[in-house]
């Protein structure tokens, strides 16, 4: 559906250090006042296609150059010709770089370890993977712009390749990470989360005009045995920091492999010159080595271990993709030091590597069957990793990624593990919320290995939620005769879909089977719980519950499926000892805040749903039940109008995961498992 969109003009402030121009200069576009007030433009601007959100898991409108605001502003000013873009081609492997524009003053740029980087330009990887720009440096940015307006993670690029073979050209895109003051391309203002083409020409803003920087492209010039080299490497050789000190092991090595090593560096000059694991065996394997330290409980030391390989074997694409996880699992747990980018970077220069060896063996005319398979594996978890940082759209391109190298491994894909990494990247789409997208990585996975059983049973699952029912029944059926109905997560969604069917009996069948199977099984417990209570045998369900909770006294997922069913039955001082059990374990459920609000709102007690309801606010401000259940509240206290705009926003969140339900009740697929997989989405 097309929505109309407004300019909205990059709000210029004066700067001391500039001097002001007429309007359409270059001091003026860089933040010097305006002589004159620009009127609103007369006529109403054309409706540009819909740019979806990516952190919805829908794929952007980059057909336009500029993603335009939705509020209207002033219009945006004429562009010098000197700050013209210059649309067209760009040469695969082209060096992309943000240049600093030199009327502005200069920012101070850091790397994502920390070491001091020169301030002239930013030179961008060519290569797979996004590229941060943020102020904060334990976190996600791959370069630390120092500006007090810049957010902690403001702003992502990426280079793609558009088309293939003679055809190819490289693209630039940028996505504002819903940054405080913004980001902004030639002047408008960037929708966060959505993604916008540049040229090279285009000017660059982070949220003031004085952080600036004009893209420009040096021509093609490939360094390495990988394709697309970037400009990092030279970055880092700038700073001595990359190449100095490594005997000429990085003599003619991808850049990306280079500022891997150089980030290393820089971390290891930081660790204490006494460690033990310092003093090793030069016949040990740093990689074993490593795994015995983590085994050992000892993480740090196996951190270390692999940073000191790294730098003294820079070339070891595998190294670098043990270490890249190991940084990612510290920077997951919060330890100090550590920070998103450098995995990234890690993960970077492992692709490289792997890539290089891939080409080497098809050089040398074998079949490189372990370069494939350690490129599939490094795309994934990178992938993963982007994923859990809310970048949706380059974790979808990674696992893309990885699904073209699983294809061209000499034992097929499934030899690469391509239906292990469709099944993890299904589930982060179906739990993230894009439904459609999840079954059609499932149908395109199950065209690869038709009797997985845990493709199955997703695709299953969610053909239940699509009110796809006897379609799910067979998929469920054909995973049951492939394990000789032995599989427990399918045993469970096919009973959970006969009790919805008001078919208890052979529910009841399937449960006691899956038990029989796994008897401690909590969440078994708790369906069958929730089944029976349902079908109004409350005291089967609570004889369930008991056997949950004698099991995992603290389960959050069966107190509030409990609590829901007393509060049903009108026991309501059951319920609240039972959501404070609930909260007891997992203060900041919001699920479990919310249903808990909504029971004191119908009680009166609005003071105390408003103190719950502001918890769950702080823990996850876009939770639509919590919306919704805020929603009651402002209206139960008289706020009709804002009960209004919180009902609309709660609606406005769960409208595309039911257009995404819809779309796939409504989709002819062929038999599950049988026939051709989805329309791949390459956004």
């Given at each position: 559906?097309?929505?109309?969109?407004?300019?909205?003009?990059?709000?210029?402030?004066?700067?001391?250090?500039?001097?002001?121009?007429?309007?359409?200069?270059?001091?003026?576009?860089?933040?010097?006042?305006?002589?004159?007030?620009?009127?609103?433009?007369?006529?109403?601007?054309?409706?540009?296609?819909?740019?979806?959100?990516?952190?919805?898991?829908?794929?952007?409108?980059?057909?336009?150059?500029?993603?335009?605001?939705?509020?209207?502003?002033?219009?945006?000013?004429?562009?010098?010709?000197?700050?013209?873009?210059?649309?067209?081609?760009?040469?695969?492997?082209?060096?992309?770089?943000?240049?600093?524009?030199?009327?502005?003053?200069?920012?101070?740029?850091?790397?994502?370890?920390?070491?001091?980087?020169?301030?002239?330009?930013?030179?961008?990887?060519?290569?797979?993977?996004?590229?941060?720009?943020?102020?904060?440096?334990?976190?996600?940015?791959?370069?630390?712009?120092?500006?007090?307006?810049?957010?902690?993670?403001?702003?992502?690029?990426?280079?793609?390749?558009?088309?293939?073979?003679?055809?190819?050209?490289?693209?630039?895109?940028?996505?504002?990470?819903?940054?405080?003051?913004?980001?902004?391309?030639?002047?408008?203002?960037?929708?966060?989360?959505?993604?916008?083409?540049?040229?090279?020409?285009?000017?660059?803003?982070?949220?003031?005009?004085?952080?600036?920087?004009?893209?420009?492209?040096?021509?093609?010039?490939?360094?390495?045995?990988?394709?697309?080299?970037?400009?990092?490497?030279?970055?880092?050789?700038?700073?001595?920091?990359?190449?100095?000190?490594?005997?000429?092991?990085?003599?003619?090595?991808h850049p990306a492999i280079a500022a891997a090593a150089g980030l290393a560096r820089a971390l290891l000059a930081a660790m204490p010159?006494?460690?033990?694991?310092?003093?090793?065996?030069?016949?040990?394997?740093?990689?074993?080595?490593?795994?015995?330290?983590?085994?050992?409980?000892?993480?740090?030391?196996?951190?270390?271990?692999?940073?000191?390989?790294?730098?003294?074997?820079?070339?070891?694409?595998?190294?670098?993709?043990?270490?890249?996880?190991?940084?990612?699992?510290?920077?997951?747990?919060?330890?100090?030091?550590?920070?998103?980018?450098?995995?990234?970077?890690?993960?970077?220069?492992?692709?490289?590597?792997?890539?290089?060896?891939?080409?080497?063996?098809?050089?040398?005319?074998?079949?490189?069957?372990e370069a494939v398979e350690g490129r599939v594996r490094v795309l994934s978890s990178w992938a993963q990793h982007e994923a859990a940082?809310?970048?949706?759209?380059?974790?979808?391109?990674?696992?893309?990624?990885?699904?073209?190298?699983?294809?061209r491994h000499p034992g097929g894909p499934i030899a690469a593990g391509a239906p292990r990494f469709l099944l993890t990247w299904a589930?982060?789409?179906?739990?993230?919320?894009?439904?459609?997208?999840?079954?059609?990585?499932?149908?395109?996975?199950?065209?690869?290995?038709?009797?997985?059983?845990?493709?199955?049973?997703?695709?299953?699952?969610?053909?239940?939620?699509?009110?796809?029912?006897?379609?799910?029944?067979?998929?469920?059926?054909?995973?049951?005769?492939?394990?000789?109905?032995?599989?427990?997560?399918?045993?469970?969604?096919?009973?959970?879909?006969?009790?919805?069917?008001?078919?208890?009996?052979?529910?009841?069948?399937?449960?006691?089977?899956?038990?029989?199977?796994?008897?401690?099984?909590?969440?078994?417990?708790?369906?069958?719980?929730?089944?029976?209570?349902?079908?109004?045998?409350?005291?089967?369900?609570?004889?369930?519950?008991?056997?949950?909770?004698?099991?995992?006294?603290?389960?959050?997922?069966?107190?509030?499926?409990?609590?829901?069913?007393?509060?049903?039955?009108?026991?309501?001082?059951?319920?609240?000892?039972?959501?404070?059990?609930?909260?007891?374990?997992?203060?900041?459920?919001?699920?479990?805040?919310?249903?808990?609000?909504?029971?004191?709102?119908?009680?009166?007690?609005?003071?105390?749903?408003?103190?719950?309801?502001?918890?769950?606010?702080?823990?996850?401000?876009?939770?639509?039940?919590?919306?919704?259940?805020?929603?009651?509240?402002?209206?139960?206290?008289?706020?009709?109008?804002?009960?209004?705009?919180?009902?609309?926003?709660?609606?406005?969140?769960?409208?595309?995961?039911?257009?995404?339900?819809?779309?796939?009740?409504?989709?002819?697929?062929?038999?599950?498992?049988?026939?051709?997989?989805?329309?791949?989405?390459?956004?």
């Open positions: 559906m097309a929505v109309t969109r407004h300019v909205q003009a990059f709000q210029p402030c004066a700067v001391p250090s500039f001097r002001p121009g007429p309007p359409g200069s270059r001091a003026w576009c860089l933040g010097a006042p305006a002589l004159t007030r620009p009127t609103r433009p007369r006529r109403r601007p054309r409706a540009l296609p819909s740019a979806r959100r990516s952190d919805q898991g829908e794929a952007p409108d980059t057909s336009q150059r500029v993603t335009l605001s939705s509020k209207p502003q002033r219009p945006l000013p004429r562009r010098p010709d000197s700050l013209q873009s210059f649309p067209g081609s760009v040469p695969v492997g082209s060096r992309w770089r943000l240049a600093h524009i030199p009327a502005a003053p200069p920012v101070t740029l850091l790397g994502a370890a920390g070491q001091p980087l020169p301030s002239h330009s930013i030179p961008l990887p060519a290569t797979p993977g996004p590229f941060v720009l943020g102020a904060v440096i334990d976190g996600d940015a791959d370069v630390v712009v120092l500006d007090p307006t810049v957010s902690g993670s403001h702003a992502r690029l990426e280079v793609l390749t558009r088309g293939a073979g003679p055809d190819a050209e490289a693209q630039l895109v940028v996505a504002d990470l819903s940054s405080t003051n913004g980001t902004y391309v030639n002047g408008a203002r960037l929708r966060p989360w959505t993604e916008t083409v540049l040229h090279p020409g285009d000017v660059l803003s982070l949220a003031d005009p004085r952080v600036s920087y004009e893209v420009a492209v040096d021509p093609a010039r490939v360094r390495g045995d990988a394709p697309g080299a970037d400009a990092a490497g030279a970055w880092y050789d700038a700073e001595g920091g990359a190449t100095s000190g490594s005997g000429g092991a990085l003599a003619g090595a010159a006494n460690e033990p694991w310092r003093v090793t065996d030069p016949r040990d394997s740093p990689g074993l080595r490593a795994r015995g330290l983590a085994r050992s409980g000892d993480h740090a030391g196996a951190h270390a271990v692999l940073l000191d390989a790294c730098a003294r074997d820079p070339l070891d694409p595998g190294l670098w993709a043990q270490l890249a996880n190991a940084e990612r699992q510290r920077a997951r747990r919060g330890v100090a030091g550590t920070s998103a980018g450098v995995a990234r970077a890690f993960y970077r220069a492992s692709c490289v590597g792997f890539e290089a060896a891939w080409r080497a063996g098809v050089a040398a005319g074998r079949a490189p069957a940082l809310r970048h949706r759209l380059s974790a979808r391109r990674l696992f893309r990624a990885a699904l073209a190298g699983a294809m589930t982060q789409e179906w739990q993230g919320g894009d439904a459609a997208l999840a079954e059609r990585l499932c149908r395109e996975a199950l065209t690869i290995e038709a009797d997985n059983k845990y493709l199955l049973t997703l695709l299953g699952s969610i053909l239940v939620t699509a009110r796809k029912f006897e379609e799910a029944r067979r998929v469920f059926h054909t995973a049951l005769e492939a394990t000789q109905w032995t599989h427990v997560p399918t045993l469970l969604g096919l009973a959970r879909l006969e009790s919805g069917a008001l078919k208890m009996d052979l529910a009841r069948d399937l449960f006691k089977r899956a038990l029989d199977l796994q008897p401690d099984s909590v969440p078994l417990l708790q369906a069958w719980a929730v089944a029976e209570s349902r079908y109004g045998s409350v005291a089967e369900a609570r004889a369930l519950f008991q056997q949950c909770m004698g099991i995992e006294p603290q389960s959050v997922e069966a107190l509030h499926a409990w609590a829901k069913m007393e509060a049903g039955e009108g026991d309501l001082n059951a319920a609240r000892r039972l959501y404070a059990q609930g909260l007891a374990a997992a203060p900041t459920n919001c699920n479990v805040l919310a249903d808990l609000a909504l029971l004191e709102i119908k009680e009166g007690d609005l003071a105390a749903a408003q103190n719950l309801l502001d918890t769950a606010m702080q823990a996850g401000p876009r939770h639509p039940r919590t919306l919704a259940v805020c929603a009651r509240l402002r209206a139960a206290q008289g706020s009709r109008r804002e009960a209004a705009a919180l009902s609309m926003q709660a609606q406005q969140l769960g409208r595309a995961r039911r257009g995404q339900l819809n779309a796939i009740r409504h989709r002819n697929w062929p038999d599950a498992g049988r026939g051709r997989g989805g329309e791949r989405e390459e956004g």
